[in-house]
C-alpha cells in the first residue's frame, strides 16, 4: 500500500513539468502561472504569427533534416557493418559508434567550436549539420542493427546463391526487409537534432536560431506565455511520434 | 582473418574521426597552450589551466560543488527509483506500460522544455512555495532558483528514468522462486528486501548510478536556467570560458579534467560488474 503510494508521488514529480507547461500555455494571464488563471488560446495564435518563432522552426526543420540525411547514410551503413561483419576491432568500434549517445555535449561543443574556428565551419550551416549528424547517428544505428538481428541472413545468402549482385541483394532484399528500422531510425534523429541545445549554442552563427536556441534565450529574459505554448507544440511532436519510437529503442537496448 | 564488413564501418569512422575525435584532441592540444588576456592563444606549452582549475579557490570551489551536485543527484535517484522500479517489476501488461510511460516521459521533453516547467513551479511565488505558505508549513518561500536545491529537484526529474531502467532490468533477472523459496524459510519482508533484492540488484544499482552521475555533473541546461551565475558548475564553466570569456586554453582543461572523471568512474564501475560476474 505504501509502495503504492510513493510510486504515484514520484510518478506525479516526473509528469510535473510537462503538465505545467502545457497548463500554463492556456493562461489568461500575461506571464506563465500555474495553476493558470483563465482560458486563451491567444499564446499559440501569437506563437504562429511570430516571425522569429516560424523562422527558428524552419531553421530548425532544415538543420534537422539534413543532419538526418546524413546519420542515415551513415547510420545504415555502420548497422550492417556491424551485425553483419566480423572485423578486428569490431566491439571497440561498435562502442566508439554508439558513445555521442551519452558523451558531454558541452565538451564536445567546446572542442567543435575550436575546431571548426580553426578549419572555417565556425558559424556555419554545414557545420552545424556535420555536428548533429555525429548526435544522431547511433540512434540510427541501434535502430537498423534491430532490424537486422530480426531477420535470418539465409535470405542474402539465397538472394546470392542466384546469381544477384551484392549492391542488387541490398536494394532487392535487405533494404526492403530492414526499412522500418530505418524509417524509424530516420525519425528518432529528427527528433533529436531538433531538439538539440547545447553543441548548437556554441556552432550557431549570428542570426542561425534553432528553436531551442530561441526558447532558451527567451528564458534568460522574462517569459511570456507563449514560451509554454510553443514548448506544449514540441511536447506534443514528442509525445505523438516519440514514444512509440522510444519503446522500441529501449527493447533493443535491453537484449 | 577477413575483414568483413570493415569497409561498411569505414564512413561513419571518417565521419567521427574529423568531427568528434579530431576536435577532441585539438581541445586536448590547446588545453596546454598559454593563454594571455587581450593576445589570445600562445604557442608555448603549459599546465598552468590545470593546476589552476584545482589550486585557485574559486575553482575548486565548482569542482567541488559539481561532484557534491552529482552524489545527491544520484543518491536521490537510487531512493526515489528503488520504489518505481519495485513497483514496476510488479505490474504486468497495461498498468506496467502505463507506469513505464510516466517513467520515461521525462526523456521525451526537450530540456529546455523542461527546465521552464520547472522555473514556473520553483519561483518564490510559485506553485509549491505558496501552497507551502497557505498550508502554513513555512513562512518565507524556499529558495529553489538560483540554488543547489532547485537544480536537484530538476535534474533528478531527468536522469530518474536512467535509473528506474536500470533497476528495472536487475530486479527483473532475479528468478521469483528464489523470494518464494525465502519466505517459505520463514524470512520477513524486510530481511528478503535486505538480504535477497538488495545484492541481487547491485549490478543495477552501479550501472544506474554511474550513468546518473555522470550525467548530473556533464548537465548544462537545467544548471544554467536554473542555477544561473550565482551557482556555477563545471559545465557552466566551460560555456563561460569558451563562449564568453574565449579563454579556450581554459575551458578545455575544465572539459578534460570532466571527461576525465567520467571515463575513470565508468572503468571502475566495468571493473566491479566484471568481478560481480566472476563470483
Known sequence: ???????????????????????????????????????????????????????????????????????????????????????????????????????????????????????????????????????????????????????????????????????????????????????????????????ELVVSLFL????????????????????????????????LVWLVVGVPLYRRFLDVRHT | MRQKGAALVLPNFAWLALFMLGPLITLFVISFRTYEAGRGIQDAWTIAHYVAFVADPYHLGILLRTLRLGIEVTAWCLVLGFPMAYGLSRLRGTPRALLYFVVLLPLLTSAVVRTFGWMIVLSNNGFINRTLIDLGVIDSPIRFMYSMLGIVVALVQVLLPFMVLALDAALLNIDPRVYEAARNLGASRLRVFLQITLPLSLPGILSGSVLVFTLAISAFVTPSLIGGPRVPVMATLIYQQGMSLLNWPFGGAIAFVMLATVVVLFLIAMRLARQERGT
Open chain 1, 1 to 195: 500500500m505504501i509502495l503504492w503510494l510513493i510510486v504515484a508521488l514520484v510518478g506525479l514529480y516526473l509528469m510535473a513539468p510537462v503538465l505545467v507547461v502545457i497548463a500554463t500555455s492556456f493562461t489568461a494571464t500575461a506571464y506563465p502561472v500555474f495553476p493558470p488563471q483563465g482560458f486563451t488560446w491567444r499564446w499559440f495564435g501569437e506563437v504562429l504569427a511570430s516571425p522569429e518563432y516560424l523562422a527558428a522552426m524552419r531553421f530548425s526543420t532544415a538543420l534537422a533534416a539534413a543532419s538526418t540525411a546524413i546519420a542515415t547514410v551513415l547510420g545504415t551503413l555502420a548497422a550492417l557493418g556491424l551485425v553483419r561483419g566480423r572485423f578486428r576491432g569490431q566491439t571497440a568500434i561498435s562502442a566508439l559508434f554508439l558513445s555521442p549517445i551519452f558523451f558531454p555535449a558541452i565538451v564536445l561543443g567546446l572542442a567543435l567550436l575550436i575546431f571548426f574556428n580553426w578549419v572555417g565551419l565556425a558559424g556555419t550551416f554545414p557545420g552545424m549539420v556535420a555536428a548533429h549528424a555525429v548526435l544522431t547517428t547511433p540512434f540510427v544505428i541501434r535502430m537498423v542493427s534491430a532490424s537486422l538481428a530480426e531477420f535470418d541472413p539465409a535470405v542474402e545468402e539465397a538472394a546470392k546463391n542466384l546469381g544477384a549482385s551484392a549492391m542488387r541483394t541490398f536494394f532487392l532484399v535487405t533494404l526492403p526487409l530492414i526499412r522500418p528500422g530505418v524509417v524509424a531510425g530516420a525519425v528518432f534523429a529528427f527528433i533529436i537534432s531538433f531538439d
Open chain 1, 204 to 235: 550557431a552563427g549570428p542570426g542561425m536560431q534553432t528553436l531551442p536556441i530561441r526558447i532558451f534565450t527567451s528564458l534568460e529574459y522574462s517569459s511570456r506565455p507563449s514560451v509554454s505554448a510553443v514548448s506544449t507544440l514540441l511536447i
